[in-house]
């Protein structure tokens, strides 16, 4: 069974992240199956209901991005970032941020951006410095949002370190198949 087809029964079984991939392949019109805007948004819909925080999150830029063929809906795309943030989506905040910071809402940008950069973000981090250096935030605020991007790394970098050990030792035990 191809790939494509794997995905397509996924999303029968309204799989959350089939849903949200099938979806995305209808906004970029990839694997061959061509653009199809309105069924990517079907799609879309259908995962962020189930729980998608990565379909609540390319909502929002659909929404807001009217480079997708879509009228521009900011309202809309605000409530589909606040939900995918709400989520733990780091993307969402930082998309968040940067909204805030064109209404010059420094505060709430920083406070966006201090959350994303916690989680590894290193877009908000960046943001972040920038703010700093146009004395939007302090020098504390930058050296808190960098020890807590930094603890986010060494985090994620171990996690993925114990998932390859995990893998290994399954794998050595004969538990796996060798080819």
Known sequence: MDALALLQRRVKANHPMALWRLGTIYLSGDLGLGKNIPRALELLHRAAEVGSRHAHDKLGQVYYNPNYGIKQDIPRALRHWTDAAEQGHPNSRYYLGIHDGNKKRWGRALAHFMIASKMGDKHSLKMIKNMCKQNFCS?????????????????????????????????????????
């Open 139 to 179: 020098r504390m605020e930058y050296a808190e949002a960098l020890r807590g991007f930094q603890l986010a790394d060494d985090e994620m970098h171990n996690k993925q370190r114990e998932d390859g050990q995990a893998f290994a030792k399954v794998f050595l035990s004969g538990l796996l198949p060798r080819y």
